[in-house]
């Protein structure tokens, strides 16, 4: 847990300009720590987007929306007209947020052809091959990226991933006696402010391509990326994605753990795939909802459960 002063906050929300009302000031005691709804504690800095608070948060301070009733006077509450969860995300990023420290380690083995931008830490044990890094990126412990990998700006990858690995890709020779292994000559893009968790594996594209992951991208740990795969912008993977080759994922997407893609499939932007979908048709339109094995096409509900709220279109 961490700890966090009210004036840290109040200041915070000043700086950014964001309205608020302090209810029940008279109660509040010292710091609070961040906290999780479903693991309340005392003293505790939560959010809340809900009409009644749970009886066992007490003595905290909490941000809610301007509408809520602030008659239980156990806790203190910053009320403001903004959305209560993107305000704390935004606040506990600016105090605790991982940033990159600039330092490279001297175990870290980097090629002399490599391209290291401004302020990129790279950790421990890392294998840096001719590639290009942006400004600000961290490259986590025990992380190779092949040649012909480029990498944005404010990218974190973390610990164990192999980005720019190859794949395979084969036929038979002429008696069928031997398999002829297809060298895979192409690249990895990685767009500016990407997270991409533990143990990622993205295969490097085949011969002209390059896998693409758009910006602003989140993808969980054990990600698995297939040659040619080209991910749009803002597009979330839940744990343990894997995609075939050349599959195509849109903009905004929200992908589910343990989903699979099978290699060329094209999915429109803004589309919802359930956990442990098994995807194997080309979506028809945008924002749809894939679910199943195989999946089958949905109509997206209004207030999808079980993930971040999707992008409006």
């Not at 600000?136 to 404010?154: F, M, P, Q, R, Y």
């Not at 991933?161 to 794949?167: A, D, F, K, M, R």
Request: negative net charge; glycine residues 10%; charged residues 15%.
């Amino acid at each position: 847990m961490k700890a966090i002063s009210l004036n840290n906050v109040l200041h915070w929300l000043e700086q950014n300009e964001v309205d608020y009302q302090l209810v029940n000031a008279s109660s509040l005691k010292g710091d609070f720590y961040t906290a999780s709804l479903f693991e309340p504690i005392k003293s505790g800095f939560y959010f809340f987007t809900g009409v009644k608070l749970p009886a066992t948060i007490k003595e905290s301070l909490i941000i809610v929306e301007n509408q809520f009733n602030c008659s239980e006077t156990e806790n203190a509450y910053l009320c403001i007209s903004k959305d209560p969860q993107m305000v704390y995300y935004q606040i506990l990023s600016e105090y605790f947020g991982s940033f990159s420290n600039g330092q490279i380690s001297p175990s870290a083995i980097i090629h002399p052809e490599a391209v290291i931008g401004a302020n990129v830490q790279i950790d421990h044990f890392c294998v840096i091959g001719k590639c290009k890094i942006g400004n600000n990126s961290k490259i986590a412990s025990h992380t190779i990226l092949h040649d012909n990998t480029i990498v944005g700006e404010g990218v974190t990858i973390e610990c164990h991933s192999v980005i720019g690995t190859t794949g395979v890709a084969w036929t038979w020779n002429e008696d069928q006696t031997e398999k002829i292994v297809q060298p895979q000559l192409g690249g990895v893009h990685i767009g500016d402010h990407c997270f991409l968790g533990a143990q990622t594996i993205i295969v490097r594209g085949s011969l002209s391509e390059n896998t693409k992951i758009g910006k602003n991208c989140l993808l969980a740990p054990g990600s698995r990326i297939g040659h040619g795969t080209q991910i749009g912008n803002y597009v979330h993977f839940a744990n343990s994605i894997i995609t075939g080759g050349n599959a195509s994922i849109g903009d905004y997407c929200f992908v589910g753990s343990a989903a699979v893609f099978r290699p060329k499939v094209k999915i429109h932007s803004n589309t919802i795939i359930g956990a442990g979908a098994l995807v194997i048709k080309d979506t028809t339109e945008a924002g749809k909802t894939l679910m199943g094995v195989p999946a089958v096409e949905t109509e997206t509900k209004a207030s999808p459960s079980g993930m971040p709220k999707p992008k409006l279109i």
